[in-house]
């Protein structure tokens, strides 16, 4: 591996006759697996990198444990007071990194980094220049405002996305922006404070007007809001209608090109010069200061420039708005501007705002936000995928796949799918159309609420849970059918008689890692202590709650006793309440239309069950983690009898689904299943086998 000097001269240009190499999957988690396996199960031993966040890299003792990290690591670099930034070099130095066959993760980068008193995070980023192989989460490789605050270029390379069935929600994310009042505010702030004691006065102003012009449309009474609930109204536009409504804020095609544009391009120099000093400095060695007791001078120095937060918040508006004024594509037809208004906290009857002494608004119950939501995720694909040399996208699930190249808005001339790499015998799969009572499992809308219909799944999963050692994952469509069935269960016995058999878990809600990594570490637990028998009670393993679309249905290693079935109810639809869901689908059958109902288009009612039946064999892969395991699928619901119905799941699993008469039937079949596969593992253990 390269000396610093080496390191600071690996520009891309030094290596642009072979294809760089962009590997994308959805979690960090993720990216580790597939770095172990070219670490592992290859030969090749390029020069590798990881991108990844100031989560998984950052070792500073107080920064990493802030929720705020980004944040304050910019605060600790502005005032050059990171002891492990400021050594950076002492990791692109150390003698392990010029090892030629060894490839890197990010464990091993943090490891380093404490041993060396260095920072794993910009090392990983410096790497990056020399780098033939580049690992990151695919949201890094997707997203343009992160590609340019990394300074990616995808220019002739080689991009492989695993995971890749998110890959329309995730571009579909990428073209869109939103922003609440709260934090327009603040950017407002900080352009003011910029204004006042920064350099490139003129460029800060003219986004400044732009911006206190967005605010103030957006909390005026002259909005009309046409669609209304109890906490939450809302009213949006789109094609001609949405450029009238910016041309009234100033914003047009003409004052985006020769004004906005350039002013902010002068803003993101500006703030880059600056940054980019304080970074050099991390690499190049500069000794960091003490804290001291007066900050003033560092103060005055951070307002010198856009943060980085601001910096990039900036940088989404802008890049919404270059494609909604893109002058070779008629983007506009594929976004929707939207106001949003929701009720504030009960506590908080009356929104107190603050005036930042130019304007002046009202105080407020609402909330107020403004989104501009992308409804085409084609246009996201192919402004990635516009300049490499190829794309390769895999996953377990991308199926159906016309509608997955539908949406992207191209074509794939090499396809594949596969086949599980596991025997027939070593999976059971099947639908539950009725329970021990036999009443009819369909769980639609109307039914869910049927006291009957949650009794009659409670016995169903009994039955299952008693059949099935070790763990068991059972998928509900959301939080509010789970907490639904969790509360009957619980008055009519149904939780008593599965805690006899299982340690009961639920998926929790919302993004903390730590909650999310405790409970799955105890899931973990007890399925340990039933295979070394230590459990000191009756149970044979545990249950876990979740909800299709959730972190437990992607990217979690459930192998082996860790998941020996998964359960589904229902078919998870998105919400049809959802303003987002209806505006797609009102989208997708105005595109199908205007084209004629070409084959190419998917209509509204076509993308919106892709994307049910798309959760529910991410949902699926969770059991099957490899060649040796076994496992049982077990969907509960009627509809699955239907063939139609049934062609939309993965091509393994209809391949193996096989139809029960009854429950008891299936029950039995499950029985002998697992029975089989129990004395199976037994044998290969056994020495004399």
């Given at each position: 591996m390269a000396s610093l000097e080496e390191t600071n001269s690996l520009k891309f240009d030094t290596y642009k006759k072979v294809p760089r190499i962009f590997i994308g999957s959805r979690t960090h988690k993720q990216i580790a697996q597939l770095v172990s396996e070219l670490k592992f199960n290859t030969r090749y031993r390029p020069r590798v990198t990881v991108l990844g966040s100031r989560d998984h890299l950052c070792i500073h003792p107080k920064v990493s444990k802030s929720n705020t990290k980004a944040?304050?690591?910019?605060?600790?670099?502005?005032?050059?007071?990171?002891?492990?930034?400021?050594?950076?070099?002492?990791?692109?130095?150390?003698?392990?990194?010029?090892?030629?066959?060894?490839?890197?993760?990010?464990?091993?980068?943090?490891?380093?980094?404490?041993?060396?008193?260095?920072?794993?995070?910009?090392?990983?980023?410096?790497?990056?220049?020399?780098?033939?192989?580049?690992?990151?989460?695919?949201?890094?490789?997707?997203?343009?405002?992160?590609?340019?605050?990394?300074?990616?270029?995808?220019?002739?390379?080689?991009?492989?996305?695993?995971?890749?069935?998110?890959?329309?929600?995730?571009?579909?994310?990428?073209?869109?922006?939103?922003?609440?009042?709260?934090?327009?505010?603040?950017?407002?702030?900080?352009?003011?404070?910029?204004?006042?004691?920064?350099?490139?006065?003129?460029?800060?102003?003219?986004?400044?007007?732009?911006?206190?012009?967005?605010?103030?449309?957006?909390?005026?009474?002259?909005?009309?809001?046409?669609?209304?609930?109890?906490?939450?109204?809302?009213?949006?536009?789109?094609?001609?209608?949405?450029?009238?409504?910016?041309?009234?804020?100033?914003?047009?095609?003409?004052?985006?090109?020769?004004?906005?544009?350039?002013?902010?391009?002068?803003?993101?120099?500006?703030?880059?010069?600056?940054?980019?000093?304080?970074?050099?400095?991390?690499?190049?060695?500069?000794?960091?200061?003490?804290?001291?007791?007066?900050?003033?001078?560092?103060?005055?120095?951070?307002?010198?420039?856009?943060?980085?937060?601001?910096?990039?918040?900036?940088?989404?508006?802008?890049?919404?708005?270059?494609?909604?004024?893109?002058?070779?594509?008629?983007?506009?037809?594929?976004?929707?501007?939207?106001?949003?208004?929701?009720?504030?906290?009960?506590?908080?009857?009356?929104?107190?705002?603050?005036?930042?002494?130019?304007?002046?608004?009202?105080?407020?119950?609402?909330?107020?936000?403004?989104?501009?939501w992308c409804l085409n995720p084609a246009i996201l694909f192919n402004n990635m995928i516009e300049d490499t040399h190829s794309v390769i996208l895999t996953s377990g699930t991308l199926s159906p796949l016309n509608t997955f190249a539908a949406e992207l808005g191209t074509s794939f001339p090499g396809e594949l799918e596969a086949n599980h790499v596991i025997k027939p015998s070593q999976v059971w799969i099947s639908a539950i159309p009725q329970g021990p009572t036999g009443v009819s499992l369909k769980g639609v809308y109307n039914n869910i609420g049927s006291l009957q219909y949650q009794d009659e799944v409670g016995a169903t999963l009994c039955g299952l849970v008693e059949t099935v050692p070790y763990g068991v994952l059972c998928f509900m469509p959301s939080y509010k059918v789970l907490d639904l069935m969790l509360n009957r269960w619980s008055l009519t016995g149904t939780l008593d008689r599965l805690k006899q058999k299982k340690l009961i878990f639920s998926e929790p809600r919302g993004s903390d890692k730590k909650e999310f990594e405790a409970v799955l570490n105890s899931y973990y637990g007890k399925i340990n202590s039933i295979q070394t028998g230590s459990n000191e009670n009756e149970q044979d393993g545990a249950l876990m709650f979740a909800v299709f679309r959730g972190k437990v249905s992607e990217g979690i290693d459930f192998s082996d006793n860790y998941c020996r079935a998964v359960v589904t109810l229902g078919i998870p639809f998105p919400s049809f309440k959802s303003l987002e869901t209806n505006l797609k689908r009102e989208y997708n059958n105005r595109i199908k239309s205007e084209s004629n109902n070409s084959q190419n288009v998917l209509s509204g009612n076509d993308w919106y069950t892709a994307q049910a039946y798309r959760a529910i064999n991410q949902a699926l892969g969770r059991c099957i983690r490899h060649k040796n395991d076994w496992g049982a699928i077990v969907l509960i619901d009627e509809r699955f009898r239907n063939q139609e119905t049934l062609d939309k799941l993965s091509k393994w699993v209809k391949k193996g689904f096989r139809s029960q008469a009854n429950f008891p039937i299936a029950i039995n079949s499950l029985k002998e299943f697992v029975d089989r596969q129990l004395e199976n593992t037994r044998q290969n253990r056994s020495p004399h086998a």
């Amino acid at each position: 591996m390269a000396s610093l000097e080496e390191t600071n001269s690996l520009k891309f240009d030094t290596y642009k006759k072979v294809p760089r190499i962009f590997i994308g999957s959805r979690t960090h988690k993720q990216i580790a697996q597939l770095v172990s396996e070219l670490k592992f199960n290859t030969r090749y031993r390029p020069r590798v990198t990881v991108l990844g966040s100031r989560d998984h890299l950052c070792i500073h003792p107080k920064v990493s444990k802030s929720n705020t990290k980004a944040d304050d690591c910019t605060k600790l670099l502005d005032e050059n007071k990171c002891s492990f930034g400021t050594k950076t070099h002492a990791i692109l130095t150390h003698p392990s990194l010029k090892t030629t066959n060894r490839v890197w993760d990010i464990e091993d980068m943090v490891q380093l980094g404490k041993k060396v008193k260095g920072c794993p995070y910009y090392a990983a980023r410096k790497l990056y220049e020399g780098a033939e192989v580049i690992f990151a989460p695919y949201n890094y490789i997707i997203d343009p405002v992160i590609r340019k605050v990394l300074d990616i270029n995808l220019k002739n390379s080689i991009i492989i996305l695993d995971e890749a069935h998110n890959i329309e929600d995730a571009s579909r994310s990428a073209g869109s922006f939103e922003i609440d009042e709260d934090s327009l505010q603040a950017l407002l702030k900080e352009f003011g404070l910029v204004i006042k004691f920064g350099g490139q006065k003129e460029a800060h102003k003219q986004i400044e007007l732009i911006l206190e012009q967005l605010y103030i449309l957006m909390l005026s009474d002259e909005i009309k809001y046409v669609i209304k609930d109890y906490e939450q109204q809302a009213c949006h536009w789109a094609g001609q209608e949405m450029i009238q409504k910016l041309s009234r804020v100033n914003i047009t095609t003409n004052t985006f090109t020769s004004i906005i544009l350039p002013a902010f391009k002068i803003v993101s120099n500006h703030a880059d010069m600056i940054r980019k000093e304080l970074e050099n400095k991390t690499v190049n060695h500069i000794d960091y200061e003490e804290p001291g007791e007066d900050d003033s001078e560092v103060k005055i120095h951070r307002i010198k420039c856009l943060s980085v937060n601001s910096l990039n918040i900036l940088q989404g508006l802008i890049t919404i708005l270059g494609f909604i004024f893109d002058p070779e594509h008629n983007y506009s037809k594929d976004y929707q501007m939207v106001f949003l208004k929701t009720m504030a906290g009960r506590s908080n009857t009356s929104k107190k705002r603050k005036n930042n002494g130019k304007t002046s608004v009202p105080d407020s119950p609402w909330t107020h936000k403004l989104a501009f939501w992308c409804l085409n995720p084609a246009i996201l694909f192919n402004n990635m995928i516009e300049d490499t040399h190829s794309v390769i996208l895999t996953s377990g699930t991308l199926s159906p796949l016309n509608t997955f190249a539908a949406e992207l808005g191209t074509s794939f001339p090499g396809e594949l799918e596969a086949n599980h790499v596991i025997k027939p015998s070593q999976v059971w799969i099947s639908a539950i159309p009725q329970g021990p009572t036999g009443v009819s499992l369909k769980g639609v809308y109307n039914n869910i609420g049927s006291l009957q219909y949650q009794d009659e799944v409670g016995a169903t999963l009994c039955g299952l849970v008693e059949t099935v050692p070790y763990g068991v994952l059972c998928f509900m469509p959301s939080y509010k059918v789970l907490d639904l069935m969790l509360n009957r269960w619980s008055l009519t016995g149904t939780l008593d008689r599965l805690k006899q058999k299982k340690l009961i878990f639920s998926e929790p809600r919302g993004s903390d890692k730590k909650e999310f990594e405790a409970v799955l570490n105890s899931y973990y637990g007890k399925i340990n202590s039933i295979q070394t028998g230590s459990n000191e009670n009756e149970q044979d393993g545990a249950l876990m709650f979740a909800v299709f679309r959730g972190k437990v249905s992607e990217g979690i290693d459930f192998s082996d006793n860790y998941c020996r079935a998964v359960v589904t109810l229902g078919i998870p639809f998105p919400s049809f309440k959802s303003l987002e869901t209806n505006l797609k689908r009102e989208y997708n059958n105005r595109i199908k239309s205007e084209s004629n109902n070409s084959q190419n288009v998917l209509s509204g009612n076509d993308w919106y069950t892709a994307q049910a039946y798309r959760a529910i064999n991410q949902a699926l892969g969770r059991c099957i983690r490899h060649k040796n395991d076994w496992g049982a699928i077990v969907l509960i619901d009627e509809r699955f009898r239907n063939q139609e119905t049934l062609d939309k799941l993965s091509k393994w699993v209809k391949k193996g689904f096989r139809s029960q008469a009854n429950f008891p039937i299936a029950i039995n079949s499950l029985k002998e299943f697992v029975d089989r596969q129990l004395e199976n593992t037994r044998q290969n253990r056994s020495p004399h086998a």
